[in-house]
C-alpha cells in the first residue's frame, strides 16, 4: 500500500511542477503583453516601431536593408513599419546622391524627441539584469528555455526576432 501512495504522491508533485512553469510561461507571456499595451497607449508604438525608430535614430541615412537586417525583420515587414512612421513624421526617405535607386532614411526631430520620452524597452531591463548573473546561471536559463520551446513544438517559423513583442506587427498602427 505504501508504494501506491509515494507513486501517487510523486505524481502530485510532478502536476504541480508542471503547472509552476506554465504559470511562469503565463506570468512572462502577460508581462510582455502589458509592456507593449502600455507602450502602445502612452506613445503610440509598438515595441517593433519603437526598435526601428531607434535604429533609425542611430544610424543615421540607413537603407531599409540596413535597418531590417539590425532588427531581425524581413524587408517587407521593415518597409510596412516604416510606412507608417513616415505618415507620422518620424522618418524621413531621401534617395541616395552616390545611387539614386537606393532611398536612406532619417529621423525627424519629432522621432528623436519621441525617443528622449520613451521608456526603457523591456528586453533593455533584462539585458541588463541577465548581463549581472555568472556565467552557469546565464547557460542555466538558457538551456532550460532551449528544452521548452522544444517541449512547446514550437516551429521554425515562429518569429525569433531579438525583441519582446506582442501581436501581428503589419497590424501595429500610430495613434
Known amino acids: 500500500m505504501k508504494t501506491g501512495v509515494n507513486a501517487i504522491d510523486k505524481a502530485i508533485a510532478a502536476r ?11 506570468q512572462i507571456i ?7 499595451r ?11 516601431q519603437l526598435v526601428t525608430l531607434q535604429t533609425v ?21 521593415v518597409t510596412g513599419i516604416l ?17 539614386r535607386r537606393r532611398v536612406l532614411i532619417e529621423p525627424t526631430k519629432a522621432c528623436e524627441e519621441l525617443l528622449a520620452k520613451a521608456p526603457p524597452l523591456m528586453q533593455e531591463l533584462f539585458v541588463d539584469q541577465f548581463g549581472k ?8 536559463i538558457l538551456s532550460s528555455l532551449k528544452r521548452l520551446v522544444s517541449l512547446m513544438n514550437v516551429k521554425p517559423s515562429v518569429s525569433s526576432a531579438p525583441f519582446l513583442a506582442t501581436g501581428e506587427i503589419s497590424e501595429a498602427v500610430l495613434k
Open 16 to 26: 504541480a511542477v508542471t503547472e509552476e512553469v506554465l504559470v511562469s510561461v503565463r
Open 57 to 77: 535614430s542611430r544610424g543615421k541615412s540607413l537603407t531599409v536593408g540596413a535597418i531590417a537586417k539590425n532588427v531581425s525583420l524581413s524587408q517587407a515587414t
Open 133 to 140: 548573473l555568472d556565467d552557469w546561471e546565464q547557460m542555466m
Open 30 to 36: 502577460q508581462s510582455v503583453d502589458l509592456h507593449s
Open 38 to 48: 502600455d507602450l502602445v497607449r502612452k506613445f503610440g508604438l509598438t515595441v517593433p
Open 83 to 99: 510606412d507608417r512612421l513616415y505618415k507620422h513624421g518620424l522618418i524621413f526617405r531621401n534617395r541616395s546622391e552616390v545611387d
